[in-house]
């Protein structure tokens, strides 16, 4: 699994990046095998007049043989945002690997006519 960190406008410094890095790994260390690509940015947001200014947590997490995830989360704390971000990335990223091994094994059975609800094939 490759994170890459993107912070245009963002100043990044080196704890923020070592907290970002650390908080991705253990979240997602459980599928390294099955993510080629982490993608992580991160962009200032103006606050309106009543709101403080806040940072916006992009994440895009390429998982084999599905579309890409997407994750965004705004919030005022840099270090929060980033925490969330991984906790909701690990929890979709979650959901759609076990949603892709359920079609692909279900999706077998159907083939060959033994799926859940379906009858066995009859020989004759």
Request: charged letters at 25%; zero cysteines; glycine letters at 6%.
């Amino acid at each position: 699994m490759t994170t890459v960190i993107r912070s245009p406008d963002f100043p990044l410094t080196s704890s923020m990046r070592a907290h970002l890095t650390r908080r991705f790994l253990l979240a997602l260390k459980r599928f390294d095998q099955r993510i080629s690509l982490v993608e992580v940015s991160l962009e200032q947001v103006k606050g309106s007049r009543d709101a403080p200014d806040g940072v916006e947590v992009l994440v895009e997490a390429s998982v084999h043989g599905m579309n890409p995830i997407a994750v965004s989360v705004v919030s005022y704390e840099p270090y929060s945002a980033i925490s969330i971000a991984a906790k909701r990335t690990r929890r979709v990223v979650k959901r759609a690997i076990r949603y892709q091994d359920t079609v692909d094994h279900y999706g077998l059975r159907a083939l060959a006519g033994i799926g859940p609800g379906r009858p066995a094939a009859e020989s004759g």
